[in-house]
Every structure is written in structure tokens, then in C-alpha cells.
């Protein structure tokens, strides 16, 4: 069973990350105290420590969660990074993907020279708008690409429409 395996967040841009026990997130806008809460797009990132584990073998060095600037840490499994693909945490919050979270040059900072690149190619997790809020804590069970949440209400809740689907043109 996947759960939530840590929880990080920083109060401005390029201030280290500090880590909570348990965190407040509103639909439309994110985490309560995080830089990103209110933002439209990027309210939560999430990461697998699954993926950082890996990421650490090809650096040759612990890849420490709360360096990567992720917010939300799962035990286990692939994040998903499909655009459209939800997320549920604990018993309320569902989370829609918006795009794969590519790992910034500050990591090479935190981490250590090639941090940020042992962290592309799937690793670095993803960055999710929220259709619903509620508590999150450390130990609750996390849903990875679940399809089991009836989304017209919640996204007409919060205003957000169907994710557009790609066209492929002949």
C-alpha cells in the first residue's frame, strides 16, 4: 500500500523546505503556508521516494527529499505524469496532474553536481492543480492514477474545465 512518506514546505521562493507532519490544502489554490498556494496551475508537486531511491543509485549519493522542493512524498510506486491523471491523498484530496515536475539547477546547489540531471527521465515527479482539499498527514494512503472520483462536480466546484485533449493531425 502506498502512502504519504513526507511532507515539505517553504514559505518563499529559494527558502529551504522544512518538514511538517501534516499539511492543510484548498481546492484551487494548494498547501496553507507554501510558496505555491494560489497559484492556478502548480499547487502541489508530488514525488515517489520509490524514484528517488533510484535517482540516488545513479548519483552515488543520498537524494534527500526535502532537497528536491517537492512537496508531497508517496512510499511507493510511479507517480503519474500524464496530464489528466489524478492523484487521491488520504480520504479527500484529489489532485489532477497538469505536467511531469522537471528538476530545476538549484538541486545541483542543494544536492550536488548532477543532482538535477539523475532526477530527469521520470524521476522528478509531478506538478498538480487541486479539485478537492482537505488534511493531509504523514502515513495516509495515497491512490496513484485513480479513477474511482466522479470529476464534473469538483471541477465545476473550482472553475477548472476538462484537461484539452491533444489532437494528432494526419
Known sequence: M???????VAPGRRLPTRS???VEVEAAAGIVGDRYHGSRHRQVTVQSAQALAEAAELFGAPVPAGLT?????VSDGVVPTAPGS?????????LEVVRVAAPCKLLDDTIGDGAQGVLRRGRGGAVCRVLAGGPVRLGDVVELGTDDVELAPLRGAIGVPAPARRRHLP
Open 86 to 94: 489524478l492523484i487521491r491523498l488520504g480520504s479527500q484530496v484529489v
Open 69 to 73: 522542493r517537492r512537496n508531497v512524498t
Open 2 to 8: 502506498t502512502t504519504v512518506a513526507a511532507l515539505h
Open 20 to 22: 511538517v507532519t501534516e
